[in-house]
């Protein structure tokens, strides 16, 4: 019972002094609770959210009592809900199918017909938690997931009010949950905070990222701060840029509806990629406390600041027909849903400073793009050249810059890149990797970030969650860049299946750098 004791006391303010003294190194099971997910009909819900709850579920990691409610226009009875979870959890779950583990967790599914501003619906969802808190045994706490579009947060968050189902019992919890985008721009993101708040207070919403959920992205921290090896080298002085990608070979199929003028700007860099520069780029941390670690995210994304002009540190474009994996494939503005004429930008690239003395001078790259070579996330700390090359030039042709590169996904480690003689009676130096990869150095399959959020969040352990300032700091460094694209006509076009637009290896080529081929 230590999880349901726990995640009751971070509801209450008050903390149980016995969580401080479990051992860290055993996972936390949930205590009783009901989740609700608004938009379950949805993408995310059916290749996510439902395969994330099974998965937590078969791992021990949900509590006998767990309930799970959907909440959707379709007209369904419980046993249609149960279907579309079973389905989704055989095509999408991590791990293995086990009967008596699905047995035991669809018997708390329940399902809610109505629209988001069905005031009836709201009191019949009210009347089903309060049956499963006495049958089942949910304990009157509960999570309102909101996977759906940002125009219906406010609605939503005041039907929960006006049902009383925000504001939880004495000593119980009520959450909710919410999925990017938080806004379109700072402003945006101010008035979807302030309606969000004005229901739930601060420490009952939890935002996902879901790349803070992922297992190589919580290293970094490890990465920085449990070795001794990294931290002198780790700044001006040594560091000359650090290039952060996101690439993805797929295209934009089936998601016009989200995609269409929301652009690759606003999708990940504002949050997926500012995250990871801050965790790059932060100090360390008093203690690993979801507030110390805030704090430095915070005073870092304040540091971070547009390098200028626009024209010349930024690049935006759009893929055209080309061929990816031996396929022929179609050019955004062919792609289902899409406006003949959208100015959307599927590929971006931006350039920051973080004005702070640890990294004074180094340029950080920041770029993403659908349709590009490979699916590929790192962060790339590129060293500068040696001062001093005791070799003739002919010795050290294929001599580059050592590189530090997180790779964040799809094939997970890090690699340092360094020159090495070349084995034979010349000194001749070329570049060579040294591997870490999980797949070898763990047995253990690393979880899926929305397992890993999911729990956190039952658990109500805020850490991994960005809060109001974060997003709305990472709003203010990218605002500039929207309203500088806006003024301009069309992203540049280039081929499926390349690495993005020649205005990007300019923006590189400009200082004499390039982006490395991952
Ligand atoms: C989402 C974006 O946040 O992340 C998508 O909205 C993107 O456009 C996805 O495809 C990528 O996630 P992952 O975990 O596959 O890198």
Redesign the pocket.
């Known amino acids: 019972m230590v999880g349901a004791g726990a995640a009751q006391s971070s509801a209450a303010g008050w903390r149980n002094p016995l969580r401080d003294k479990r051992d860290k190194r055993l996972p936390q099971i949930a205590g009783p609770c009901g989740v609700v997910i608004f938009g379950v009909t949805g993408d995310l819900a059916r290749r996510k959210l439902m395969p994330a709850i099974y998965d937590l579920a078969n791992r021990g990691l949900l509590p006998p009592t767990f309930a799970l409610v959907g909440f959707a226009r379709r007209d369904w009875a419980d046993q249609d809900f149960v279907d579309v979870v079973y389905q989704a959890v055989k095509q999408h779950a991590r791990t293995p199918f086990r009967q008596v583990v699905w047995d035991r967790l669809a018997a708390g599914f329940r399902f809610v017909t109505g629209t988001f501003d069905d005031d009836a619906a709201f009191a019949q969802l009210a009347e089903t938690l309060e049956k499963l808190d006495a049958e089942r045994g949910t304990g009157g706490n509960h999570a309102f997931y909101l996977s759906i579009p940002p125009d219906a947060f406010p609605v939503v968050c005041e039907k929960l009010h006006a049902s009383g189902l925000a504001r939880p019992r004495e000593g119980r919890w009520s959450r909710v949950v919410i999925e990017?985008p938080f806004g379109h721009d700072l402003s945006s993101a101010v008035e979807l905070n302030s309606v969000v708040n004005s229901v739930f207070p601060e420490e009952s919403v939890f935002r996902i990222d879901?790349?803070l959920g992922?297992e190589t992205v919580q290293n970094i921290l490890a990465l920085r701060f449990a070795n001794q090896l990294f931290d002198p080298i780790w700044n001006a002085h040594y560091v000359d840029h650090v290039q952060i990608t996101?690439a993805?070979d797929?295209g934009l199929g089936g998601?016009a509806g989200y995609?269409d003028g929301i652009g690759a700007a606003r999708?990940?860099i504002q949050?997926?990629l500012l995250q990871l520069l801050a965790l790059t780029a932060m100090e360390e941390p008093v203690s690993f406390s979801p507030a110390e670690l805030q704090a430095e995210k915070i005073k870092v994304l304040s540091a971070t600041k547009l390098a200028l002009p626009l024209d010349e540190t930024t690049s935006r474009g759009q893929y055209t027909a080309g061929w990816q994996g031996g396929e022929h494939v179609v050019g955004l503005l062919e792609e289902e849903g899409f406006a003949a004429d959208s100015r959307t930008e599927t590929y971006a690239a931006i350039t920051l400073e973080v004005d702070t003395r640890r990294w004074a001078g180094v340029p950080f790259y920041l770029r993403s793009g659908k349709r590009l070579g490979r699916r590929v996330?790192e962060i790339a700390l590129v060293f500068k050249q040696a001062p001093h090359l005791p070799f003739d030039a002919t010795m050290t042709d294929e001599l580059g810059k050592n590189a530090l590169v997180i790779r964040v996904?799809p094939d997970e480690g890090i690699t340092l890149r360094f020159g090495s003689k070349v084995p034979g009676h010349l000194m001749e130096v070329r570049d060579v990797n040294m591997d870490f990869s999980y797949g070898s150095a763990f047995s253990e399959d690393s979880p899926e970030?929305y397992e890993r959020l999911i729990l956190d969040m039952l658990l109500g352990e805020p850490s991994l969650f960005p809060v109001n300032a974060e997003v709305e700091l990472c709003w203010q460094i990218l605002d500039p860049v929207l309203e500088n694209w806006e003024q301009h006509g069309r992203p540049e076009p280039y081929e499926a299946g390349t690495w993005g637009p020649r205005s990007s290896f300019e923006m590189l080529e400009r200082s004499g750098r390039e982006w490395r081929r991952p």
Do not use: F, L, P, S
């Open positions: 990017k879901h790349y992922k996101m993805e797929i998601r995609y999708d990940v949050n997926h996330t996904q970030a």
